[in-house]
């Protein structure tokens, strides 16, 4: 399947619950614009390589659109279109006023040098820094990218344009970034955990979990789960998983990555298990936080945990949705569980145009109220139309996202 008619699925159980009309599905559907610019660098070898860089932008009726930038070899048209009008319905989910986007572009960050990423990147800008800005579409990281990343972006943008550090998020905290960005999304899972296992009278110490992928969102949601006493009992990243039933030490984990270029290949504190075998460990909470299209038909029925929190994009294709659905297994969908990083990037946008310095601790005291705010109107919605916590947040989503185009007018 692939990632675009997965979101389309999603959206379509959504919009029938809402009586939509087959015009405005298509008015919601469709992209604003897409952009493909060939970007062609020279290689530090001196030979020429050519790729492709997108950036979707899906809708902008409720502000400026946002979105990340993934760089990750099997990035094509078709996943960034997907992602990118996940994050419109992300970005009204949580209530901030953006519109979505996504960038993307087929390359193994792994398998070239810092100096070829940051050809690749300014390339990329020189392609499409006409229609991204501050008050336009505003990209951040994602899969592949990072801060320094975003400071090529940043610089790049500002030779075109002038000072303007609100035209990209998720910057260094030296160079007008926002303390408390780069932990944002995974410490966001792990506030959702403890939401949901407080609604579902669950304890964190009783509660054993297994996640997938130890990078940004991983590790971030590893630090705060253990520190909030969930049992982590696997971990795993592109090297394999890493599996302890007595609890893996997470600092010690962190420790090693820090030590190995973010990577836990050779960590022998653990058994070594397969990144397929961890999603099916028995454990109460699985979270994959890496790749999407992880969790489909062939392997949903062999996963055990009864509580699922998608901090990737997209991990759980719709046909192993349904079996979720008619077993009772809890997903907390991928717009609301990872929504923590969109969030504090605007926090961090808000900042650079205020030009005013955000210290952590208001950082985190409202990324907190954001999020709870958000969790208990999906769940409100979950509990009172009888939908699955996914139809609910599109619910909200979409009908955030569709008054805004009605009051903006269409004509
Ligand atoms: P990242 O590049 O920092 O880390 C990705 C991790 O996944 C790494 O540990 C990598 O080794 C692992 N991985 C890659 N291929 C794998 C495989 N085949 N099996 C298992 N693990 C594998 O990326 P990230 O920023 O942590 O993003 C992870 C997910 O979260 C993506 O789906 C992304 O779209 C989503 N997300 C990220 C953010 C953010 O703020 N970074 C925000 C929202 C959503």
Redesign the pocket.
């Known amino acids: 399947m692939r990632a675009i008619d997965a979101t389309r699925l999603y959206f379509d159980r959504a919009a029938d619950r809402m009586d939509l009309s087959e015009n405005m599905r298509q008015l919601l559907l469709t992209a604003k614009r897409e952009v493909s610019v060939q970007i062609a660098i020279e290689l530090d070898n001196g030979e020429i390589a050519t790729m492709i860089g997108y950036r979707v932008q899906h809708d902008d009726a409720r502000g400026p659109m946002k979105g990340?930038l993934?760089?990750?070899p099997e990035v094509d048209l078709s996943e960034v279109r997907s992602?990118a009008s996940l994050m419109t319905w992300?970005t009204a989910l949580v209530d901030i006023p953006f519109g979505g986007a996504k960038g993307g572009i087929a390359v193994d960050?792994a398998k070239v040098s810092v100096r070829e990423l940051e050809r690749i990147t300014r390339k990329f800008v020189d392609g499409i820094h006409d229609v991204i800005g501050p008050d336009i579409d505003i990209p951040?990281?994602?899969?592949?990218?990072?801060a320094e990343v975003m400071a090529w972006i940043m610089n790049q943008y500002q030779k075109y344009h002038g000072f303007n550090p609100a035209c990209v998020t998720?910057k260094p905290v030296e160079l007008y970034g926002i303390p408390g960005?780069?932990e944002?999304?995974?410490r966001g899972v792990g506030n959702f955990a403890v939401k949901l296992l407080s609604r579902l009278g669950r304890k964190p110490a009783q509660t054993r979990v297994a996640l997938?992928?130890?990078?940004?969102?991983?590790?971030h949601a590893a630090k705060f789960l253990s520190e909030a006493d969930f049992r982590l009992v696997a971990v795993?990243?592109?090297?394999?998983?890493y599996y302890r039933p007595d609890g893996v030490d997470v600092s010690k984990m962190l420790q090693y990555?820090r030590e190995h270029q973010?990577?836990?290949h050779g960590y022998t504190e653990a058994e070594r298990i397969s990144?397929e075998d961890?999603l099916e460990l028995d454990v109460e909470l699985l979270i994959?936080?890496?790749?999407?299209g992880?969790i489909t038909a062939e392997n949903a029925s062999r996963v055990k945990a009864p509580l699922i929190i998608e901090?990737?994009?997209?991990?759980v294709w719709p046909d192993a949705d349904r079996v979720f659905e008619d077993r009772g297994t809890v997903v907390l969908p991928?717009i609301l569980a990872?929504?923590?990083?969109?969030t504090v990037?605007y926090f961090e946008w808000v900042q650079n145009r205020q030009h005013y310095q955000w210290g952590l601790n208001r950082v985190r005291q409202e990324l907190d109220r954001v999020l709870s705010d958000s969790f208990e109107r999906v769940w409100t919605i979950s509990a009172e139309r009888k939908v699955s916590l996914r139809t609910a947040a599109y619910i909200l989503g979409i009908g955030r996202v569709g008054r805004a185009t009605i009051l903006g007018g269409i004509t």
């Open positions: 990340g993934r760089y990750h992602l992300k960050p951040a990281p994602d899969m592949g990218t990072n998720g960005r780069e944002a999304t995974g997938q992928g130890f990078g940004n969102v991983g590790c795993s990243d592109i090297s394999g998983g990555t973010f990577s836990l990144n961890l994959p936080a890496a790749l999407g992880v901090a990737a994009n997209q991990p991928d990872n929504s923590g990083g969109v990037s």
